[in-house]
């Protein structure tokens, strides 16, 4: 007699990723008939004999499937033993005892019950150690249209808080502009107002202008990365101009102590230093020069308006956007700088000035002299020649103690 083909512990399903050139799967398992081997490509059933063709039926090693076609690489291909579950024998009480169709019946059964435990294994169900829980569903009519998720005792229940019969709409109360207001959203709705709004486009943005940045007074628009520096600029400004004052100071000090002869030409990153120690301007209009203190002045009885400029200096890089001027005045009447006392600066020659604002850093000494800054902006400018102009008006009498120096910026 035949030994009769055992069922072994198998999972009844095997599933492969297709490498674009093969066309014949192995299936691991025993199938009856070859109507019992169900065939997936890509998640879709293929048809028997159409699609695919089944050998090996009734081996215990199981066999293969051949597709028509073969699947792309990447494609997922899954071979499932599907029985009809019945019963197609019988045994009469009386009759001829036949192992061979007793074991094949054992065999299907077998072979069903692997089904079903593939079946109930993929299924939504209760860990072996977790508390007793219901996972039946509601009815019907209960659970229509509704979500379905698990009450505090972990039992399936089905909820109201989404009323899939209309979907999801957006609700009338959409906010407009930049406006994120709006009502919130409700069971069948949801609002605009629910839901983070995306990036406005550049033009709803208010952007900061370059003098807004540089104000650092605007609270109402965004800054971009230009701006920030620029901002920045203009902050670090305020501590270069100490630094600077500092050193002109220095210089100052030195230059009043000393008496140092005029210097033409450049010292370090001062162009133009000259103590007056001599009548050296080429220009010094209704400007007397006192030799024995050293400065330029106009103390007649009627004080007139006079003009001071020196030859220019020969800059090393043309085209300064700024230019610092540090100049010893001793202001003799009240005097409104800027107003009685303008400081104007060239960079080329003398052609065109440019005229700057004064701003006070020091007294020198105790004899009345003052030590004053002038900046001018020179980007509108071109030019590699330096030169300064002060001028006096409304017969204001003012002295002229020295130039300790221009810096030019770039």
């Known amino acids: 007699m035949a030994d009769q083909i055992r069922i072994g512990d198998v999972t009844p399903r095997v599933r ?126 209960a659970r229509a249209l509704k979500t379905f998720i698990f009450d505090d005792d972990g039992g399936a229940v089905a909820t109201s808080a989404i009323d899939a019969s209309t979907g999801l709409t957006v609700s009338a109360s959409t906010p407009l502009g930049d406006n994120a207001g709006g009502d919130a959203g409700s069971a069948s709705e949801v609002s605009a107002a629910d839901h983070a709004h995306p990036r406005p486009a550049w033009g709803d943005i208010g952007i900061a202008s370059q003098s807004e940045a540089e104000a650092g007074s605007v609270n109402t628009t965004v800054m971009t990365s230009l701006r920030t520096g620029q901002a920045m600029t203009v902050l670090g400004q305020p501590a270069d101009n100490a630094a600077r004052n500092m050193a002109a100071s220095a210089l100052a000090y030195v230059m009043a102590s000393y008496d140092a002869a005029a210097v033409t030409g450049s010292v370090g990153s001062f162009f133009l230093s000259d103590t007056f120690q001599s009548d050296s301007l080429s220009v010094s209009t209704n400007a007397t020069y006192d030799a024995g203190g050293g400065y330029y002045h106009n103390d007649d009885p009627s004080p007139p308006d006079m003009t001071l400029a020196p030859s220019s200096a020969s800059l090393a890089a043309a085209n300064p956007l700024d230019v610092i001027g540090y100049f010893v005045i001793e202001p003799v009447d009240t005097v409104s700088f800027g107003t009685d006392l303008t400081g104007e600066v060239s960079i080329d020659g003398g052609a065109a000035y440019v005229t700057g604002t004064w701003t006070k850093v020091a007294d020198i000494g105790t004899t009345g002299r003052e030590l004053y800054r002038l900046d001018a902006n020179m980007s509108g400018e071109a030019g590699a020649s330096l030169s300064y102009r002060l001028s006096s008006a409304n017969g204001k009498e003012l002295r002229f103690h020295e130039c300790t120096g221009l810096i030019p910026l770039y």
């Open 16 to 141: 492969y990723v297709a490498d674009g050139a093969t066309s014949l799967f192995h299936y691991p398992f025993r199938i009856f008939a070859p109507a019992d081997l169900e065939v997936y490509v890509d998640g879709q059933l293929k048809t028997i004999t159409t699609d695919y063709a089944v050998d090996g039926t009734g081996e215990r090693a199981g066999g293969s499937a051949v597709l028509s076609e073969t699947p792309a690489a990447g494609v997922s291909v899954t071979l499932v033993r599907r029985l009809t579950v019945e019963r197609m024998s019988d045994f009469t009480a009386s009759g001829e005892f036949k192992a061979d169709v007793l074991n094949a019946e054992f065999d299907f059964q077998t072979a069903a019950l692997q089904q079903v435990n593939d079946d109930l294994v993929r299924a939504l169900r209760l860990t072996k150690t977790d508390t007793a829980a219901s996972l039946a569903l509601p009815a019907a009519d």
